[in-house]
């Protein structure tokens, strides 16, 4: 008798092949049967009319906080994912000393680089390790709905290694390298996935320095990357600006090659001169395949973005003087004063200060690239929606105009900023890049930046947008976006026994009605430890989430199951899967 039984579906399996009526029968957390499959089951879910998918897979997350307090990993397990992996970017809370001062420096480190906030991660972390071993173990041992999987930050183990002279970003000596290298042999040895490093100015401290590695040399990097080779086991990862990016991409190949390793890296674009470079690094690794290389670039459904609101942590008034004295009351208060005629006037008849930093200018004054996020959140606005156009045809100023949307909603409202990569105001090329054959959908950045976005929404969104609704190009065929943020977002992670709806892969399964299927509007909410703050998007149209063939949400709703479990590295694996995909080129089959 089977444990489960999915009836009458309409499944897409993951695998890429074209979707067909049948059913999906499961034992042990396994499935052990799809299509025309007879038998007794001690549940059955009717699943006519609805679409049958493997859970999705996120590549790109920073639950290294939540994840030890919130068995849900909200919002993931809102928007169907069902293994999320953290220790992206190079940031983490392992090693570290048992010691309150490093400890918090630590929180600082994600609050400033990630937007959590501090408070929360004060109050919900209970730090029961000193080593990434010992962090695993205490993440194992939290009952949860979902399975995670964590990758070694060189930001703390730097730290850990070096003190303040890691923080300074002092060059590392040989006897520093050693010891982290043995601190990531300790942690791959443990189950992490991967390692994964920071070389972006974008990720500054309040100090005003970036993050512990973001200036490694190359010896730093390579010392790091040798353990991945010594050991056969794991990924390594980084997100970097580029700005030498045949430098970066050679040491990245030979990394890989040198270690038969896979390289994971973040690729984006800030404007429309930079996107040749982008082409070049698409086919710099097409090239560096043909000599041995794994490089595979991580790349997002949408662009480099933010949501402002008087909640939030940016707005465009942010840095008018008139606008100061309001910037730490409570809500309610601000609110208040805001809908204050003359508070009102003073705002926006300030000019904001030229601040001669790119973001902060754009946030400030770009208002040709900024756009009122509705009910019905649109991704992909054109010119004639942005702030300043819809401000000329009102006969009012863009600050106006900005001002007066914030306040809608009970000053609820958001304002939607593509802050790279949207000169041509379409999505275009995020497809081209979603479309290249060694890229993998990612940068959802799941439970970080709360209080400027909530893109752990892109799986819904793939699929209700780019698959069903767009309407200004090409959309995703429905098999393809499925296999996308499934079996080739597990096997980019190393993730062998999951992403496919086929006999003995584990019972990671969506049940979505795909008709109904939407993100909700963006709003800020007050539920994380402290009363910490993020933007909070749902989702409505998902039937059932089910993980190990439990269900953990229907209609949305929590069912109590915790059948999730801490993915350790080494142990997700199924041994004579057929169609396996090859890891490095998931869009090929493996030899």
């Known amino acids: 008798m089977y444990d489960l039984l999915i009836c009458n579906g309409k499944i897409v399996d993951g695998t890429g092949r074209a979707a067909f009526e049948g059913n999906v029968a499961i034992v042990d957390g396994r499935i052990v049967a799809v299509g025309e499959v007879s038998g007794q089951a001690r549940r059955e879910i009717d699943a006519r009319g609805l679409l049958v998918a493997p859970g999705w897979v996120d590549t790109h997350s920073h639950m290294d906080g939540q994840a030890t307090w919130d068995p849900y990993c909200s919002p993931a397990s809102n928007h169907g994912i069902t293994t999320l992996v953290m220790g992206n970017c190079g940031v ?159 040491w990245m190949k030979r990394l890989s090659i040198d270690n038969d390793c896979q390289v994971n890296f973040v690729l984006f674009y800030r404007s429309e001169a930079d996107w040749p470079r982008v082409l070049q690094q698409l086919q710099y690794v097409k090239e560096a395949r043909a000599e041995g290389a794994r490089l595979i670039p991580h790349v997002g459904a949408r662009p480099v973005n933010i949501l402002m609101g008087w909640e939030g942590t940016v707005n465009p008034f942010m840095f008018h003087q008139a606008y100061a004295p309001l910037a730490g009351l409570e809500p309610v208060e601000r609110l208040r004063q805001l809908r204050d005629p003359a508070v009102r006037e003073a705002i926006v008849a300030e000019t904001p200060p030229h601040l001669g930093h790119d973001i902060m200018d754009k946030i400030a004054t770009g208002f040709d690239n900024i756009y009122v996020l509705g009910d019905e959140p649109d991704y992909e606005p054109a010119l004639e929606d942005s702030v300043a156009f819809r401000a000329r045809q009102a006969g009012v100023t863009p600050a106006e105009f900005a001002y007066d949307a914030l306040l809608e909603k009970d000053g609820k409202r958001m304002l939607y900023c593509p802050l790279f990569g949207y000169d041509n105001r379409n999505l275009d090329r995020q497809m081209q890049m979603l479309a290249d054959e060694n890229a993998v959908i990612s940068l959802a950045d799941t439970g ?144």
């Open 92 to 250: 983490g809370f392992a090693p570290c000393k048992p010691d309150d001062a490093e400890r918090q420096r630590m929180i600082e480190v994600m609050e400033d680089v990630e937007d959590i906030p501090g408070a929360a991660l004060a109050e919900g972390i209970t730090w029961e390790w000193e080593s990434f071993p010992e962090y695993l173990d205490a993440l194992d041992r939290m009952p949860r709905a979902i399975d995670i999987g964590a990758q070694v930050p060189h930001c703390a183990v730097r730290t850990y290694v070096m003190g303040e002279r890691g923080v300074h970003n002092e060059p590392a000596t040989d006897a520093d390298i050693a010891q982290m290298a043995a601190i990531v042999r300790e942690g791959l040895a443990a189950g992490a996935v991967g390692f994964t490093t920071s070389r972006t100015q974008l990720h500054t401290t309040r100090t005003g320095e970036v993050m512990p590695g973001t200036y490694a040399d190359a010896s730093e990097l390579l010392g790091i990357g040798r353990v991945i080779g010594e050991t056969g086991q794991g990924i390594y990862g980084l997100v970097s600006d580029f700005s030498n990016w045949e430098e970066e991409m050679a």
């Open 448 to 591: 970080a930046h709360c209080g400027v976005l909530s893109d752990a929404s892109i799986p819904t969104w793939l699929l209700s947008y780019l698959v069903r609704d767009r309407q200004r190009g090409a959309r995703i065929g429905l098999e393809q976006a499925v296999q996308m943020h499934t079996r080739d977002t597990a096997r980019c992670m190393g993730l062998a026994d999951r992403g496919t709806l086929e006999p003995g892969m584990k019972a990671d399964i969506n049940i979505i009605d795909l008709e109904q299927l939407a993100i909700e509007t963006p709003a800020v909410i007050y539920d994380l430890p402290a009363g910490g703050r993020r933007v909070f998007q749902g989702a409505s149209g998902y039937r059932y989430t089910i993980v190990s063939g439990e269900v953990i949400m229907a209609d949305g709703v929590p069912t109590g199951a915790l059948p999730g479990r801490l993915v350790r590295a080494g142990q997700a694996t199924n041994p004579g899967q057929p169609n396996k995909r090859n890891i490095n080129n998931p869009n090929e089959e493996a030899a």
